[in-house]
């Protein structure tokens, strides 16, 4: 079946809307970032105990949520399914843009982000940091790469190759994101291989909730047509991403419990943290766990895409208050600095923190940065099939 | 400008500027971090240290390091920041043993790791160890990324949250970057103690090099019993503390 790719009109009033409206989000985080830089950073919620709080939040859920949306088109190419084929370009689009809007966060987070260049001159091998800044650049241009030989005629039969190179890459990219956490021998609420892996399933389920969710919308709003067979299919995909997670979280957790070492502040996210505790069972497993799982499993509730849209949004939720909860309520406990004995004065205790507004608008504003440039790239580029009928879609389809 | 500027042109033009800034670059980086660089070079065949006495260092001691540190180094007057915000490049610390319940207080700052974690971490390599074991952070190389932060398992960094005034000259500090104890390095290199060992008028605080067999510290280290604090991270720290 011959798939035929066509940009979307965007004309109507509600695609310059959604543009306006993005648009809007993200000069509010630029207005956030201005206050916060001019100021130092004494304006935001973040201290010398918790260093690193919202922005970082959102900006490793993006980078995360990234590469797990290349997956679609990983699936196709590397593992030559032919139904994903289709959604292999809006993927590797989706990917980059999730990227693009993760670092811009982090960027801008920065003490001195004017010094952007010291970090692309600068290498301390290392630092699994630097090897960050190398494995984001370079994914850029695989991906680019990638797209290319996708979009260009000529080029298809090396999209194979460049799909492995570019999935390979994502699992290393992704190592790397949860061995920033994963290396950190002096806190006891990261040091853990299991992150690394964790991360990498994290970014499977975060990056296709992103992929369906933006999937459904420019169908929906282009009226074109998307068969069930696809939707069906990547939402069955999702509910075992979403199982994969919370397989992961469990060993992650009784894991550490049983280190008599790390006893502490496992009971301070899993039993007595307070807000992290409560973020912990209702946002993280409750609400970006059960209920998505509830909602694509439910038999009732199958093929209904109303209720597998509210299950992405809830696993995106669910995913930014895991990566709260890692982040945040990881450094708010204190680290063990006197095994054996007790801090009286000094240090210690739980690390206050309330998010700033102008953080919460620099996170949100990465968000918008992703989304407009899907927007728009679709509107430019053809990215998106025509039609994804099941006739059209599904290898197996009977008419 | 265009029609003249031919690429012969430019690559001299562009050639000069680089030496020029390279110069001005490479005369602040040395005139912040070694002094005495031209007289006696930094070298590995010296190990800096500081040995702390719990049982002889009183609590007024320990309060009166800390403001000899503020005064010598120009931090601890910021304005705009609050609590766990200002900057702390020492601190007074009371622990208590749990099963005893024995109460011991002592001053915390950097403990100039042999193999410190910050500088393992850091993407630039600002956080940065000299040859002779002090643990310092390039101001002109921090980016404000505060990875340090999160792998110092000693809490012993700051990130400077606002702008400041009123700095020491022989101390320079920057809103968005990292600080910590330098082990006051500017009076090292001109061969004096640190201020905070300065500040203690008894032997409870000893600084000196870790490898000369003759030094105080060597010979105090070899008869008392010591500690590192997380010794079983193996870091081999610079500043060791007996009777804790």
């Not at chain 1, 241009?141 to 492995?164: C, D, H, P, Q």
């Not at chain 2, 160890?129 to 932060?149: N, T």
Request: charged content about 15%; hydrophobic content about 45%.
């Amino acid at each position: 079946m011959n798939i035929r790719y066509e940009e979307i009109q965007g004309v109507s009033l509600g695609f310059y809307a959604l543009v306006a409206g993005l648009g809007v989000l993200i000069l509010a985080a630029l207005g956030a970032v201005f206050y916060m830089e001019h100021h130092g950073h004494y304006v935001t919620g973040m201290s010398n105990r918790i260093v690193w709080g919202v922005p970082h939040v959102f900006a490793l859920f993006l980078i995360v949520a990234a590469s797990g949306a290349l997956n679609v088109a990983s699936i196709a190419s590397v593992f030559h399914k032919k139904m994903y084929k289709p959604l292999s370009r809006l993927s590797g689009l989706l990917a980059l843009a999730l990227l693009a809007g993760g670092l811009m966060v982090l960027v801008l987070d920065l003490g001195r982000p004017d010094r952007l260049i010291v970090a692309m001159t600068e290498y301390n091998f290392k630092s699994i940091f630097a090897w960050n800044i190398i494995l984001y650049n370079g994914f850029f241009v695989i991906v680019a790469v990638y797209l290319w030989m996708m979009f260009e005629r000529r080029m298809n039969k090396f999209t194979s190759k460049a799909g492995l190179a570019a999935f390979s890459w994502r699992l290393i990219l992704t190592t790397g994101t949860g061995s920033i956490f994963g290396f950190l021998v002096a806190r006891q609420a990261y040091d853990a291989v299991i992150m690394a892996p964790m991360f990498i399933i994290m970014s499977f389920a975060f990056g296709l909730a992103f992929f369906i969710l933006i999937l459904m919308a420019s169908y929906k709003w282009t009226e074109r047509p998307l068969g069930d067979a696809v939707v069906n299919r990547l939402g069955s995909l999702l509910g075992i991403f979403v199982a994969a997670v919370m397989y992961f979280v469990a060993v992650k957790h009784l894991g550490n419990l049983y280190l008599a070492e790390n006893a502490g502040v496992e009971n301070f996210i899993l039993f007595d943290g307070g807000i992290y505790t409560q973020l912990f069972w209702y946002g993280q497993i409750i609400l970006g766990g059960l209920i998505p799982m509830a909602l694509i499993y439910h038999p009732a509730l199958r093929g209904n895409r109303s209720t597998l849209g509210l299950a992405s949004i809830f696993i995106l939720i669910g995913g930014v208050i895991q990566l709260y909860i890692i982040i945040v309520g990881g450094q708010a406990y204190p680290m063990e600095m006197f095994p054996g004995k007790e801090i009286l004065e000094g240090y210690g205790g739980i690390a206050a923190y309330t998010p700033s507004l102008p953080e919460m608008m620099l996170g949100v504003g990465g968000i918008a940065v992703a989304l407009i440039a899907v927007t728009l790239l679709v509107k430019f580029l053809p990215f998106l099939p025509e039609s994804l009928a099941d006739e059209i879609a599904d290898p197996h389809h009977k008419s | 400008m265009s029609k003249t500027l031919n690429r012969r042109d430019f690559i001299k033009t562009s050639s000069a500027t680089t030496v020029g800034v390279a110069t001005i670059v490479s005369g602040i980086t040395l005139t912040t971090f070694a002094a005495n660089a031209n007289e006696n070079p930094v070298t590995n065949e010296k190990r800096w240290g500081m040995l702390i006495d719990t049982n002889k260092l009183t609590e007024v001691e320990i309060d009166g390091m800390v403001s000899a540190c503020q005064q010598e180094n120009g931090w601890g007057s910021e304005v705009h920041s609050t609590g766990d915000q200002k900057p702390t490049w020492v601190r007074k610390l009371k622990v208590q043993d749990k099963a005893t319940g024995k109460i011991t207080s002592l001053p915390l700052m950097c403990q100039h790791c042999e193999e410190p974690p910050c500088v393992d971490v850091c993407p630039t390599n600002a956080s940065m160890k000299r040859e002779d074991g002090i643990v310092l952070v390039d101001k002109h190389l921090c980016i404000g990324c505060r990875y340090c932060m999160m792998a110092c398992p000693y809490d012993a960094r700051s990130f400077v949250h606002e702008d400041l005034t009123d700095q020491r000259e022989h101390m320079p500090r920057g809103k968005g970057t990292v600080e910590s104890c330098t082990l006051c390095v500017h009076k090292v290199d001109n061969g004096e103690s640190p201020a905070c060992v300065a500040s203690v008028n008894s032997d409870a605080v000893i600084f000196g090099d870790l490898y000369d067999p003759k030094s105080n510290i060597n010979q105090t280290l070899k008869k008392v019993q010591s500690a590192q604090i997380r010794a079983d991270l193996d870091l081999n720290t610079g500043v060791r503390y007996s009777g804790i």
